[in-house]
């Protein structure tokens, strides 16, 4: 499977509508002769357009280059990643290898052809004065048809897809098409097929006073919909998001768990908890390996005493393997489709009826119990202190989550705020992840010493992690100080 990261934008042009010199825009300075094709596609979806709603786009494409399944992520406009398959003999549906990648945006559900779109492509390369391909321009005459209401559709559509270019590129261009009389069109043509249907979903914000406590929450659901395909694949940055956005999710349940039937919002909060740490195993390992292999490698050459690199790698790849097949079989599972079910229940369906008061409020509380739980931890030494001052940055992130929601509203109070929680976070992180490296460096240890090998290396790092955490208080007490002054919290207190 082949995976590209697609950053292109659509317009529309009315009937007679002509396609301008591009020449001195961005640095282009020549457009190639047209090269025809036509593509003939068909969209798979679920019976409710899951996959479409989510951002996602799926099809089985013949003509052109690229024939075969494509999968589209993200949202028409900015960069999207394309996962690509080769076709295959057969269409009869998508390859177990796609389904798996498109598991969270469908639910687990089957997915069934949906719409089909066939366009006559005229494509034009724009190249620089070395011959640098910059972009590709295309010209789509589109005929689509609906393949369960059987509504037809077309149009004419101009897509510029950046190569060698950059984003001042595609303003360049966009303005410049713009003067010509073309629209810029913020939905994909499989959107456009199905018009007719999507239009019956409700995906609108909420609004009320809960209303940001929703568009948060769908946010968060969204995140681990969106980064779930290339999470499955093992990319660290998605892995890393999802994580993140599911750590989110459950802060925000608890904190506003007064919305929701309790016993359904903490059987989810449980069930994130155990996606969380099916990614976390992922991530933590991958951050362990690259933090301790940095560490290695920054000791002058006469401190490292053995195989110590070599060890280090061994180990974490073993472990990535492991922790990465774990994370594949989780999001295979009914469990994790059930999951994204019941969160779509909750963050989709209708609240309790409450006032702007009862969420600041419940805001408040979040951002109180972070500090009494810090001040417990600093009066605390040794693994105790440790334990306690992790526990207190958990609650410092739930804090920080708690104050996004009002973000959009409060406006920079709210911003500089989370900014400051952030970076006390930070700080604690810095100090919890010293204590894990600490941990981990002993036991290498000890394996290194079973197998006759020199400690002395891990002995060192072992005390430089010690001595850097020795240094944490002090900030962590300045860090702590800033994020209570009255005026980073005037707002929280109307």
């Known amino acids: 499977m082949a995976t590209v990261v697609e950053r292109e934008r659509k317009y529309s042009g009315d009937e007679g509508f002509q396609l301008p010199d591009l020449t001195g825009c961005g640095g282009v300075v020549t457009m190639s002769d047209a090269t025809v094709s036509d593509l003939d596609a068909v969209y798979w979806d679920t019976d409710d357009l899951l996959l479409l709603r989510s ?14 399944w494509h999968l589209k992520v993200g949202a028409v406009g900015g960069a999207r990643v394309e996962h690509q398959f080769p076709a295959g003999a057969s269409d009869d549906g998508p390859p177990a290898e796609m389904v798996a990648l498109i598991r969270g945006a469908s639910r687990g559900r089957t997915v069934a052809p949906a719409a089909r779109v066939v366009n006559r492509r005229r494509e034009r390369r724009l190249l620089d004065a ?9 010209e789509d005459d589109v005929r689509s048809e609906d393949l369960v209401d059987g509504a037809a559709r077309t149009w004419h559509e101009i897509e510029i897809e950046l190569v060698d270019g950059d984003e001042a590129l595609l303003d360049a261009l966009g303005e410049r098409l713009r003067a010509a009389g073309a629209r810029e069109v913020a939905v994909s043509k499989s959107h456009r097929a199905v018009a007719g249907r999507i239009e019956r979903f409700d995906d609108r914000e909420p609004d009320g006073p809960v209303g940001p406590v929703l568009t948060y929450a769908r946010a968060q659901r969204d995140a681990i919909v969106g980064n779930h395909a290339a999470a499955y694949q093992g990319d660290e940055g998605a892995v890393h998001d999802m994580r993140v956005a599911a750590r989110r999710l459950r802060a925000t349940l608890r904190t506003f768990r007064g919305l929701w039937d309790r016993r359904e919002s903490e059987a989810v909060r449980a069930e994130l908890r155990w996606l969380g740490g099916e990614l976390g195993r992922v991530r933590d390992t991958q951050v362990m390996a690259a933090r301790l292999t940095e560490a290695v490698h920054e000791l002058p050459d006469e401190l490292v005493l053995g195989p110590v690199a070599a060890r280090i790698g061994e180990r974490f790849a073993a472990d990535l393997a492991g922790t990465t097949v774990a994370l594949r079989s989780a999001l295979d599972s009914d469990r994790y489709a059930e999951l994204l079910a019941r969160l779509d229940r909750l963050v989709d369906g209708a609240p309790a009826d409450v006032g702007r008061r009862w969420v600041d409020r419940r805001i408040r509380k979040a951002v109180r119990r972070a500090d009494e739980r810090l001040d417990r931890a600093l009066t605390l030494e040794g693994t ?32 500089r705020l989370v900014k400051r929680f952030k970076a006390l976070q930070d700080l604690l992180g810095a100090h919890q992840d010293s204590v894990v490296t600490r941990e981990t460096l002993r036991r290498q240890a000890l394996q290194a010493y079973a197998d006759g090998e020199n400690t002395f290396t891990y002995g060192l790092l072992h005390g430089r992690q010690a001595e850097a955490a020795g240094h944490d208080r002090p900030a962590v007490l300045r860090a702590r100080d800033r994020a209570r002054r009255r005026k980073a919290r005037r707002w929280l207190n109307p």
């Open 55 to 68: 951002g996602h786009a799926l099809r089985r494409r013949t003509g052109g280059h690229d024939a075969g």
């Open 130 to 138: 070395d011959g640098r391909v910059l972009a590709e321009v295309a």
């Open 384 to 415: 105790a202190g440790d334990a306690a001052l992790h526990e207190a940055r958990k609650k410092h992130k739930a804090a920080r989550y708690a104050v996004e929601v009002r973000e959009p509203s409060a406006g920079k109070p709210a911003a």
